[in-house]
């Protein structure tokens, strides 16, 4: 069954529990034996994890959420306009800050009904609806705790169908913060069209991407002088260290961001100073690090317009329209499916 918690105006529904510990179970197997060893990027983010994101978007070298406040505050009430939306879902919603200007445009255009949040970390899910719940009086909140790549299908139907006036149909799918960015090429696409799945003719979806620019620029945004960034990669070895009882050793590995000029993404790894050999208690396995050895954690990647539309036309989607800061570090596109 499951667990469902309603309190007022907010219902949050978790679909991870055992399903996630095996996911991680299974991503660990496949990504430490591999002669490249690698983890996927959703399990940063556990409560720890989430707080240190947190920080990271406000350092001053982290760019891309400032560039994305921007371009919200400034174009909400039009892309509110535009597709009459009264429901906003926003898959990775992480701190929910970007919603808020989003729901505050429909809030002022009176279209304003439904927030549904979807994201792997239940503590950012809860306070993020508490808060949002607290400054809008209309909205109602329908949080999904899981994991946007296996629990699309859990996403509730558009409130307001059905009626006979049609209100509040229409809504926004939003990915932001430039997640999409963190899926290598063939998955970003599949991934994309699966959202494109839940949109109806009149929904849209807003995709946040970070773009091409100086790689300095890029590289000081993933490597801060405070080393917020660093501690939150290495984060993803407490997270296994806790929940698969492996005995990483976190200090051991040095944090390594730069960016490959030939797939224009920035790639995070973990780099072990001394040869090393970790159990992963869990799954009875044995991974030896030779000194230098690396391990990504993540990469990033950065959009040019073209590339977003040919992503978006090899998923079956087409952008409606292109929205960018005056520096055009960020940009924000709505697309339709096609
Ligand atoms: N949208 C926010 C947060 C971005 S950080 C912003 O723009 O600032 C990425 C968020 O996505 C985190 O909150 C993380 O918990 C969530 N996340 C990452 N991978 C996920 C996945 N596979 N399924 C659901 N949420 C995921
Ligand atoms: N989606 C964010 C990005 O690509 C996530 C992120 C920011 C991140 N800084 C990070 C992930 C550092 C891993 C390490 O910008």
Same mark, same amino acid.
């Given at each position: 069954?499951?667990?469902?918690?309603?309190?007022?105006?907010?219902?949050?529904?978790?679909?991870?529990?055992?399903?996630?510990?095996?996911?991680? *179970?299974?991503?660990?197997?496949?990504?430490?034996?591999?002669?490249?060893? %690698?983890?996927?990027?959703?399990?940063?983010? =556990?409560?720890?994890?989430?707080?240190?994101?947190?920080?990271?978007?406000?350092?001053?070298?982290?760019?891309?959420?400032?560039?994305?406040?921007?371009?919200?505050?400034?174009?909400? =009430?039009?892309?509110?306009?535009?597709?009459?939306?009264?429901?906003?879902? %926003?898959?990775?919603?992480?701190?929910?800050?970007?919603?808020?200007?989003?729901?505050?445009?429909? @809030?002022?255009?009176?279209?304003?009904?439904?927030?549904?949040?979807?994201? $792997?970390?239940?503590? *950012?899910?809860?306070?993020?609806?508490? %808060?949002?719940?607290?400054?809008?009086?209309?909205?109602?909140?329908?949080?999904?705790?899981?994991?946007?790549?296996?629990?699309?299908? &859990?996403?509730?139907?558009?409130?307001?169908?059905?009626? $006979?006036?049609?209100?509040?149909?229409?809504?926004?799918?939003?990915?932001?913060?430039?997640?999409?960015?963190?899926?290598?090429?063939?998955?970003?696409?599949?991934?994309?069209?699966?959202?494109?799945?839940?949109?109806?003719?009149?929904?849209?979806?807003? !995709?946040?991407?970070?773009?091409?620019?100086?790689?300095?620029?890029?590289? *000081?945004?993933?490597?801060?002088?405070?080393?917020?960034?660093?501690?939150?990669?290495?984060?993803?070895? &407490?997270?296994?260290?806790?929940? !698969?009882?492996? =005995?990483?050793?976190?200090?051991?590995?040095?944090?390594?961001?730069?960016?490959?000029?030939?797939?224009?993404?920035?790639?995070?790894?973990?780099? @072990?100073?001394?040869?090393?050999? $970790?159990?992963?208690?869990?799954?009875?396995?044995?991974?030896?690090?030779?000194?230098?050895?690396?391990?990504?954690? %993540?990469?990033?990647?950065?959009?040019?317009?073209?590339?977003?539309?040919?992503?978006? &036309?090899?998923?079956?989607?087409?952008?409606?329209?292109?929205?960018?800061?005056?520096?055009?570090?960020?940009?924000? @596109?709505?697309? *339709?499916?096609?």
């Amino acid at each position: 069954m499951t667990p469902v918690t309603r309190t007022g105006d907010i219902r949050i529904e978790s679909f991870l529990s055992d399903t996630d510990e095996r996911s991680l *179970a299974n991503d660990v197997l496949d990504g430490l034996t591999r002669p490249f060893k %690698e983890i996927p990027p959703k399990h940063f983010y =556990d409560a720890r994890g989430s707080e240190l994101f947190e920080r990271i978007c406000e350092l001053p070298e982290y760019y891309p959420t400032r560039a994305e406040r921007a371009i919200l505050l400034a174009r909400a =009430d039009s892309i509110v306009r535009r597709t009459g939306a009264g429901e906003l879902v %926003e898959l990775g919603s992480g701190s929910a800050e970007k919603a808020r200007i989003l729901l505050g445009a429909m @809030s002022r255009a009176g279209t304003l009904r439904r927030y549904v949040p979807l994201d $792997v970390s239940e503590s *950012a899910l809860e306070a993020a609806a508490q %808060e949002l719940v607290e400054e809008f009086d209309e909205l109602e909140v329908h949080g999904v705790v899981g994991d946007f790549e296996r629990h699309l299908g &859990h996403v509730p139907a558009p409130d307001g169908v059905g009626r $006979v006036d049609g209100v509040g149909g229409a809504r926004i799918i939003a990915l932001l913060g430039g997640t999409i960015g963190n899926f290598l090429p063939g998955t970003r696409r599949r991934l994309l069209r699966e959202i494109g799945r839940l949109l109806g003719p009149r929904d849209r979806l807003l !995709l946040g991407t970070d773009l091409v620019k100086n790689p300095a620029v890029i590289e *000081a945004a993933y490597d801060d002088a405070e080393g917020v960034t660093a501690e939150f990669n290495r984060n993803v070895l &407490h997270v296994i260290n806790r929940e !698969l009882g492996a =005995d990483f050793s976190p200090e051991a590995f040095e944090h390594i961001a730069f960016f490959d000029r030939r797939h224009e993404w920035i790639e995070m790894r973990l780099r @072990s100073q001394r040869p090393c050999t $970790v159990l992963v208690g869990d799954l009875g396995l044995r991974v030896d690090f030779a000194a230098g050895e690396e391990l990504r954690t %993540e990469i990033s990647a950065k959009f040019t317009r073209p590339r977003v539309e040919e992503d978006f &036309h090899a998923a079956g989607l087409e952008l409606d329209t292109w929205y960018t800061d005056p520096d055009e570090l960020f940009a924000l @596109s709505l697309a *339709a499916r096609a």
